[in-house]
């Protein structure tokens, strides 16, 4: 085991001068295109626009747990109300059979502890995970130009990709981008699903990971016509579990912060167990979680102090998800 990296504090974020111009441009060109969504689908997230289903459970932090993640949330043993959010990743309310990311995002709430944001005590422990290990994008600037031109249409990506990768790096980046989205996913259930971007530690910094326990049971074939019935198949017959596990920072050249398209290789550790008991998300009382769920914004940001997001990706969400909850607050 002595070829195997050991939990490091050394990280550190780079922070460039221009920063805080770049992604408050990036806030409104988000909110043109939520703007031109609404259009369509009503007030509703840029991103991750279609909630799948919602549901309510509990997240028990282990005892015995590494060193390294025992801070915030996971300083002690404890077991914490938890709300959970599944969407499709895309603009548009598409069906789900489409390629898509999957979104698994969870709230926890009764925490305590100063904010990440600086603004007094913590209202909730946020994750939002995706079912991709690694971002698709070094850096912001790369992914928000690229979803510009998506949410534009075809020709508009088309026209970019070409323009910015040339006639040899355009073809190359469709393809890595269309390998990611037709990825092949089984359901929430039943896929692990990733923070893919770091947050810190204590004085540690880690990724996230979702594991499904094996009693969730194997894949349903077809599920991908409704991830919603298969999911609320699944919660009316049964709990739900997954095991949350914690990546660790080692060095700068084998899990950088900055650069979220690197695939951390460092292992995980189990911290925390979430458990979706039975229940019945058509049910009136199921409805009414749905409803106050999409209305609410998970953000990483609305986290504690010990577990503030790092990296570029995680600086400018700080910046674009406060212009989203302004515009649909205005909406």
């Not at 298969?230 to 596990?245: I, K, M, N, T, V």
Request: charged share 20%; proline share 7%; glycine share 10%.
């Amino acid at each position: 085991m002595s070829n195997v990296p050991a939990p490091s504090t050394g990280w550190k974020e780079v922070i460039a001068a221009d920063e805080q111009q770049r992604y408050e441009g990036f806030a409104q060109q988000f909110a043109q295109i939520q703007k031109h969504k609404a259009k369509r689908w009503g007030v509703g997230r840029t991103l991750h626009r279609k909630q799948i289903t919602a549901a309510h459970g509990t997240l028990e932090v282990l005892d015995g747990i590494p060193e390294f993640a025992r801070h915030g949330l996971f300083a002690i043993p404890h077991t914490f109300e938890v709300w959970v959010r599944l969407s499709n990743g895309g603009f548009d309310r598409a069906r789900d059979s489409m390629p898509d990311v999957r979104g698994f995002a969870f709230r926890v709430l009764g925490v305590e502890g100063d904010s990440a944001l600086g603004n007094g005590p913590a209202r909730s422990q946020d994750f939002t995970l995706i079912n991709h290990e690694a971002f698709s994008f070094s850096g912001s600037t790369e992914f928000v130009d690229f979803a510009v031109a998506a949410s534009r249409g075809g020709g508009a990506l088309l026209k970019y990709v070409f323009t910015r990768y040339g006639l040899i790096g355009g073809p190359k980046m469709l393809a890595k981008v269309l390998s990611i989205a037709k990825k092949p996913f089984s359901g929430f259930a039943t896929e692990a699903l990733f923070s893919s971007v770091p947050m810190a530690c204590g004085p540690y910094a880690v990724r996230v990971r979702l594991v499904p326990g094996e009693s969730n049971g194997p894949p349903t074939p077809g599920a991908s016509a409704d991830w919603a019935a298969d999911f609320s198949q699944r919660l009316a017959q049964g709990p739900l579990h997954w095991d949350l596990q914690l990546q660790y920072f080692s060095s700068e050249g084998l899990t950088p912060i900055e650069d979220a398209s690197v695939n951390w290789p460092t292992p995980y550790a189990t911290v925390a167990r979430l458990m979706l008991p039975p229940q019945n998300t058509a049910s009136p009382s199921g409805w009414a979680l749905a409803q106050e769920v999409e209305g609410t914004v998970i953000d990483p940001w609305q986290a504690l102090q010990a577990h503030r997001p790092l990296g570029d990706v995680q600086r400018a969400r700080k910046v674009v998800y406060f212009a989203s909850q302004k515009g649909r607050g205005a909406a």
